[in-house]
Structures are given as C-alpha cells and as structure tokens.
C-alpha cells in the first residue's frame, strides 16, 4: 500500500515490504545497502556515513542522474529501537558536514533548517509495515513523490537481495 499525504509540515508515506523486518531495518541503517536504494528514481548516494547510536551522526550526498548537482544533508539519531523504530533529524550541509541554508540548496522558501524523519517498522509475518514521517517538510518541496521512488527502489534492491539468499 503506498500513500503519501503532505501537509505543510510533513510527509508521510506507508508501505508494507515482502521482506522480514530484520532486512528492512538494515535497509535503513548500514550505510551500504542505504546508498543502494534512498533518493528518487534515477539519482544515486555516493556518500552514507552513519553513526548507529543515539547521538551518532549522519552524512549523506545525493546525486542528480547526470552528476551536475549534488545535495548534501547531515544530522544526528536521536532514537533507535532495534527492528522496530528509527528517528534521526536532516539538515542541508556542505560536504564537511558544515550547516548550509535551504536556500542555498535551491529548496522551497520555508524550508526549515532542521527537519526529522522517523521510521516506525511492525512485523507481519516475514512482511514488513512501515510508516516514514518526513516532519518539518513543506508540501510545495516535493519530497512525497521522492520518497515514494525511493521506496520503490527499496523494494527492488530488497527483492534482488532476498532472491541472492534463497
């Protein structure tokens, strides 16, 4: 099931993976297989650095299809409970990690600085419920229709893996 209302401050969107809750979670929080799947539909992630634990850091480049734009984001998890719940802010940053504002970025007037993501996974089975808030994003941003390609792309790569292990 894929939905993704937006509002003026978040973005949500709900999926159910034919994946076991184990793989989903690692999807989201080893840096490799994350490079693998996040951005929309064409852009790749050269760079995914995580600091899995409460404080930890994140830095992430996303890149445009053909290589002209990159955009950056850093920030840090604030909650992590294993399999079932992941939180972590974003903001716009240079490639050092170094705080850059929206507009720089090219985002929509009223983005904020700061913004959070929490991923809530419920296992079914050897299916996966999973519920992404976006906090802090406004509608006009686009970011709904990113993060419904993104997940697209998460399913494949999590299919091709499964496949791999079977």
Request: glycine letters at 10%; charged letters at 15%.
């Amino acid at each position: 099931m894929t939905n993704h209302p937006a509002t003026h401050d978040a973005v949500v969107a709900t999926r159910t993976f034919d994946a076991p809750i184990t793989l989903v979670w690692q999807m989201w929080t080893d840096a490799e297989h994350f490079r693998s799947w996040n951005g929309p539909t064409g852009f790749s992630v050269p760079v995914a650095e995580m600091d899995l634990r409460v404080g930890g850091k994140r830095l992430v480049c996303m890149q445009s299809p053909d290589g002209s734009r990159t955009m950056w984001t850093t920030g840090e998890f604030t909650e992590i409970v294993p399999n079932t719940r992941l939180v972590y802010t974003e903001s716009p940053c240079d490639e050092n990690g170094d705080a850059v504002s929206p507009a720089a970025m090219g985002m929509p007037e009223g983005t904020p600085q700061t913004t959070v993501v929490t991923v809530a996974l419920q296992d079914l089975g050897g299916r996966t419920a999973m519920v992404m808030t976006h906090a802090g994003v406004p509608a006009s941003s686009g970011a709904g229709a990113g993060w419904e390609q993104a997940f697209d792309k998460l399913a494949g790569y999590m299919e091709t893996a499964l496949k791999q292990d079977s």
